[in-house]
């Protein structure tokens, strides 16, 4: 809610009512907020392509993929739905009742991603992937108790800060879907809304790439975590011998 209502007001307001920044820090507050919301429900699975992952990883059951997945969606879905109703007002003023995913007055970008007119496929594809390589880098950095953890409680925020930072960054290309769960949902409503099955078909057929590259890009971050990180941590306990700190062991 709070990442597309932002684009919302930045589109629909023209320009006076923020600008690019604005849709970042909405999608940024929107993370921590969420993770605040869910952390200690589900552990906050926000993101299909890291739901999957941690399955592959053996860290969540495969039987309770499902749930995640159609929870992911059915909260993605009624983001878009409620944005929707905010702002159908301000849609109706803007298009004059024409929905359109491209042209002068194209508001689908409000609710999916769609790539820049000069972005092919690939470079688009590249694009999603990298950006969400480094997401699950920083997801996992982040949460590392072995190495350099974040504060206790400061997790949400900084996971925040990292979305904003793939936003300011890499956002140019393709709006940064990193997430299939944030993409596909609101497309489907979408086109269901009024924009039709354009939505499915607009920047040679797009709608695949949100969802295929930042699940690859998931998997790729996570290897690269786990070769270059992970495999290097040393034990808690040899750590704390190493700092000169004293070693408690328990039986």
């Known amino acids: 809610v709070f990442g597309l209502s932002s684009a919302a007001q930045v589109v629909l307001g023209r320009g006076d009512f923020g600008q690019y920044l604005s849709i970042n820090l909405g999608f940024g507050i929107g993370v921590t907020l969420g993770i605040h ?17 941690h399955c592959i990883l053996g860290n969540l059951p495969w039987r309770k993929l499902p749930a995640y997945l159609i929870g992911q969606f059915l909260g993605s879905f009624t983001a878009a739905a409620t944005v929707f109703g905010i702002y159908y007002d301000a849609l109706y003023d803007y298009t004059k009742g024409n929905f359109t995913v491209t042209g002068p007055t194209a508001t689908a ?56 930072g793939i936003g300011l960054g890499m956002g140019m290309n393709t709006g940064y879907a990193i997430n299939p769960s944030r993409d596909l949902p ?66």
């Not at 919301?37 to 992952?53: C, K, P, Q, R, V």
């Not at 497309?187 to 797009?206: E, L």
């Open 109 to 164: 970008s409000i609710f999916s991603t769609y790539p820049a007119p000069y972005v092919s496929l690939v470079g688009g594809f590249f694009s999603e992937f990298t950006a969400t390589v480094m997401l699950t880098l920083g997801i996992l950095i982040i949460h590392d108790e072995k190495n350099n953890e974040a504060l206790k409680g400061t997790q949400a925020l900084l996971m925040g800060i990292l979305v904003l």
């Open 37 to 53: 919301a869910a952390g200690g429900i589900s552990g906050a699975h926000l993101n299909a392509a890291i739901t999957l992952t």
């Open 186 to 251: 609101p497309r489907v409503f979408t086109a269901i809304a009024g924009w039709g099955t354009d939505v499915f078909t607009a920047g040679h057929h797009w709608w695949w790439v949100p969802i295929t590259a930042p699940t690859l890009g998931s998997l790729v971050g996570t290897l690269i975590y786990k070769l270059f990180i992970d495999f290097h941590n040393q034990p808690v306990l040899e750590r704390g011998n190493e700092k000169g700190h004293p070693v408690l062991e328990s039986s």
